[in-house]
């Protein structure tokens, strides 16, 4: 079994910075990408950022510039500042790992989400 644990959400306000975290532990043998992606209630959720293993980010455009997704390959651990936060970037920020395991397997894997509030 594989577990997504994030932490680094609150309440900032507007203009302010967080810095989200999520490691992945259990049978891991190898992880292809990871990212964020986020959800307010009633919409659906949306990517955020996603990382490949070899340190490509891509980002989705509302945070372009503001956002910065960064790895540790030996942690299995992800990271994502967050700076110029926004009101519209309150949301329940979901971990999001493509895992393989030592049988060989290869599955997509969610944390159980933390949330991000920005307002004053």
């Known amino acids: 079994q594989v577990q997504l644990v994030e932490s680094g959400g609150g309440l900032v306000q507007p203009g302010g910075s967080l810095r989200l975290s999520c490691a992945a532990s259990g049978r891991i043998f190898g992880i292809y990408d990871m990212g964020w992606y986020r959800q307010v209630p009633g919409k659906q959720r949306e990517l955020v950022a996603t990382?490949?293993?070899?340190?490509?980010?891509k980002y989705a455009d509302p945070v372009k510039g503001r956002f910065t997704l960064s790895r540790d390959n030996a942690k299995n651990t992800v990271y994502l500042q967050m700076n110029s936060l926004k009101p519209e970037d309150t949301a329940v920020y979901y971990c999001?790992?493509?895992?393989?395991?030592?049988?060989?397997?290869?599955?997509?894997?969610w944390g159980r989400g933390t949330q991000v509030t920005v307002s004053s």
């Open positions: 990382i490949t293993s070899g340190g490509s980010a």
């Open positions: 999001n790992a493509d895992v393989v395991n030592y049988a060989g397997s290869r599955r997509e894997y």
